[in-house]
Nanobody
Framework: QVQLVESGGGLVQAGGSLRLSCAPSGRTSSNYAMGWFRQAPGKEREFVAAISWSGGSTSYADSVKGRFTISRAGAKNTAYLQMNSLKPEDTAVYYC???????????????WGQGTQVTVSS
């Protein structure tokens, strides 16, 4: 079992930046790929970014390319999502997830964090 603890959400003005963190713990937690997803009110959960367990491979949704950067570092292989040039449409609950492969489909990730709210004001 892998537990994921997210932090870093909050309220920011359009054009601002936030950095989300996702710290994994539990059995062999550092060997999992990590993904970030988000869900806005009334919308389905959507893929944001993913990174392989080694950090050598990343992928992004078209809507965040060039603005968001996923990375991982540290002894726990914590995952980060650096979000720059934020837009009001980025407002959502952001979830991190862990799974065997860095893919874009939520169903491929068996472990999920509790979510953290990101609100971007115009």
């Amino acid at each position: 079992q892998v537990q994921l603890v997210e932090s870093g959400g909050g309220l920011v003005q359009a054009g601002g930046s936030l950095r989300l963190s996702c710290a994994p713990s539990g059995r062999t937690s550092s060997n999992y790929a990590m993904g970030w997803f988000r869900q806005a009110p009334g919308k389905e959960r959507e893929f944001v970014a993913a990174i392989s367990w080694s950090g050598g491979s990343t992928s992004y949704a078209d809507s965040v390319k060039g603005r968001f950067t996923i990375s991982r570092a540290g002894a726990k292989n914590t995952a980060y999502l650096q979000m720059n040039s934020l837009k009001p449409e980025d407002t959502a609950v952001y979830y991190c997830a862990a799974g065997p492969r860095a893919v874009t489909t939520a169903l491929s990730y068996p472990f999920w964090g509790q979510g953290t709210q990101v609100t971007v004001s115009s």
